[in-house]
């Protein structure tokens, strides 16, 4: 037994049973049947119990699985170019997060297209209650993080996951992916939160805090679409929030946000990979300060890197203008393209409520504020 053995994902010894046990799953062949709906479910069956290793199972089915939820649900992905990446170095990836389940994906999708090397990723346990859904993030090299527990636990279950991320970089040799945040972004400000660095840092032995980062080679990703397929299902915790308000999920909650994300529509993607913070790390260090005062300088690094790359669309453009009359932006934009941004806010927002409308807008122009103070050095 390991002590990772309730939170890594599955080793490939595990990975052919795993895949047997989930064949006949409703949803899995839902799942199939809309990957290859030129298969008869015989002979995609077939090819599952063939499969030995989660490699396996990422190229031959969860890569034609996103390639089709690009054709469907997108009008393309745009991705940087990745010459400043080594297909032998592991990375620590840290990417805004707006997505549950796409952002990873896509991330490994651009990665495995130029033959670089795929993610372990965080996940967390609220995400996969269902069976089907731990064993496929399970199959396509998930490992869990625990939420909710008690305050003891939990720095337990912290300083277990910060083992595990330097368990994969430094011995299997592995990139790993975590959020910048604990959940995804709702208002569209990314923002790293410290505490997520705090988290990593426990594994860092008798090393100082930023040489441990040092040794990670931290990767800031900024994932942009244009449309966020989950924008309306966002409102009702923004809507809380701006009351002053707990905001509890509803049953399912997870799931269908899940569902929205991976087949609602997205116009275009882009993702930016970026070059490690190294040098930035190193000017850090330089200074001399507390490791407190290091660790939040090393957040706003890893932001001004995400926000720098946030590649902004039409859609962030005719936000803002909304939010702010004046047209400030009027020449990034078409008049047809305003036009539908504004069906699409009238569809799914009650536009008569003030705050729920700039809630809504705040989602698309944030990311537009934030770029220009940055650009302007504030």
């Known amino acids: 037994m390991s002590k990772f053995d309730h939170i890594r994902p599955f080793y490939d010894t595990e990975v052919n049973q795993a895949l047997r046990s989930i064949a006949d799953d409703p949803m899995m062949k839902a799942i199939m049947a809309f990957t290859f709906p030129e298969l008869e479910e015989a002979e995609w ?11 396996d199972f990422q190229i031959n089915f969860i890569y034609p699985a996103i390639n089709m939820v690009l054709k469907k649900s997108s009008e393309g992905l745009s991705y940087s170019k990745l010459q400043h990446l080594d297909q032998h170095t592991p990375y620590l990836f840290i990417s805004n997060h707006r997505d549950i389940i796409l952002d990873t994906s896509l991330l490994n999708y651009v990665l495995y297209s130029e033959d670089l090397m795929m993610t372990s990723s965080a996940i967390g346990d609220n995400l996969v209650k269902r069976p089907l859904l731990l064993a496929l993030s399970r199959l396509t090299r998930n490992f869990v993080v625990q939420r909710g527990l008690p305050a003891r636990e939990m720095l337990e279950s912290s300083r277990l996951m910060s083992e595990y991320i330097g368990e994969l970089i430094f011995h299997e040799n592995r990139s790993v992916w975590i959020a910048q945040r604990e959940g995804r972004t709702k208002d569209g400000n990314d923002a790293t939160h410290k505490g997520i660095l705090k988290m990593i840092a426990m594994g860092k032995g008798d090393l100082a805090d930023l040489e441990y980062f040092k040794k990670l080679n931290i990767v800031p990703v900024s994932f942009s679409y244009e449309y966020d397929p989950t924008d309306v299902l966002k409102m009702p915790e923004l809507m809380a929030k701006s009351r002053s308000e707990v905001y509890v999920k509803q049953d399912n909650e997870d799931f269908n946000t899940i569902i929205n994300g991976i087949m609602g529509q997205k116009k275009r993607i882009h993702v930016h990979i970026d070059s490690p913070i190294n040098d930035e790390i190193d ?31 039409p859609s962030n453009y005719i936000a803002f203008d909304l939010l702010y009359p004046g047209e400030l932006f009027a020449n990034e934009y078409t008049e047809a393209e305003k036009q539908d941004f504004v069906a699409r806010m009238n569809k799914g927002v009650d536009t008569s409520d003030v705050v729920a409308l700039e809630n809504f807008l705040n989602m698309y122009a944030n990311p537009v504020k934030n770029k220009q103070t940055i650009l302007n050095g504030e």
């Open 45 to 55: 069956v077939k090819e599952l119990h063939r499969t030995y290793s989660i490699r």
């Open 283 to 313: 000017a850090i260090l330089q200074k001399g300060e507390s490791g407190n005062k290091q660790l939040q300088e090393l957040c706003d690094v890893i932001d001004r890197r995400i926000i720098s790359n946030y590649k902004l669309w």
